[in-house]
């Protein structure tokens, strides 16, 4: 795994007096240089990386082969689902990059629907020991709940925004070009985004959840720090991690920008509509490789101004835990781990 430290972006100094040459590169330009020397590699080869989310008191924490989601029943003990995930060959369409990210942004909320769906019967207490029919019923009804879910979201996020903005520009002429246009429906939909989070987050059971969410932050960041999986460890670090979906999800906002203003303002609505939809995998896959870009590289000064926003946004979406969510959160990545040496599905 490649670790970030500020002496190895540094700039290092030069002997002037080189035979041959007399010109000398700027520092920023050095570093620039050699930030994007690094990157490079890093979009051809897939990294080890852990990830999670925040479920009805409890966490799902994923490793690239294995997830696993802990969650406390109302007597206060904690309830396990783990699994092992099939491997990704390398070479296949969905490990490319810039292709990989559409792929993945559905096989993660395919997985998300899964865990809260579980931690949801655990808080009710009324989980049973389902039959193979009712699994494969189970099945078809969460393909078809994300599917409901990526239609909502496009419509609210998407098409509202889109609408308002042909209304203002078609009579308060906001806009005379294609990137003003986008520019203000991008403005709408980040208003809609932010007061959405804004308005769940006085809702005393989603503030329990973004406290979840915090204590997975804490985990993940000291798994990837190989510190000791314990509460004092992860208890000391941020709630913060440049690689949240939260912050995913405003670089989709920002890519979603530059990617519609290649259909012209003046098209019909329903050509701008369409495109809506058909960019859609487009820019999940652009806004997964900047993501991905930025959280290797927190530490450059190139990188810093375009990780602000998005750990300013978590600040809406994280809280701080306690030490009985930040046990949840690590023995959530446990069971991931303990996954991989299994074949079949464990439920506890």
Known sequence: ???????????????????????????????????????????????????GQAVIEGVLMRLPNSYAVAVRDPKGEMRVKRERLPETAKGKLGNLPFIRGGVIL????????????????????????????????SSWALTLTVIASLAIGVAVFFYVPLLAAQLLTKYFHLATNSLGFNLIDGVIRLVLFVGYIGGISIMKDIRRVFSYHGAEHKVVHTYER????????????STLHPRCGTSFLLFVMVVAILVFSVVPSSYPFWVKAASRIVFLPVIAGLAYELIRFTARFPKSPFVKPLLWPGL?????????????????????????????????AVVA
């Open 1 to 51: 795994m490649l670790h970030t430290a500020a002496s190895r972006f540094g700039p290092k100094p030069r002997n002037s007096g080189s035979a041959g040459s007399n010109v000398t590169t700027k520092p920023g330009k050095r570093v620039f240089f050699k930030t994007l020397k690094r990157a490079i590699p890093l979009l051809a080869e897939g990294s080890v990386l852990v990830g």
């Open 106 to 137: 559905f096989k993660a909320m395919m997985l998300g629907m899964s865990a809260l769906n579980f931690s949801a019967k655990v808080s009710m207490e009324d989980e049973e020991d389902g039959e193979a029919g009712e699994e494969e019923k």
């Open 226 to 237: 190989k510190e000791p999986l314990t509460v004092e460890s992860a208890r000391k670090h």
């Open 312 to 344: 300013a946004l978590q600040k809406l979406t994280t809280r701080q835990p306690d030490d009985s969510m930040l046990a949840v959160s690590l023995r959530a990545l446990e069971e991931a781990e303990a996954a991989l040496e299994e074949d079949t």
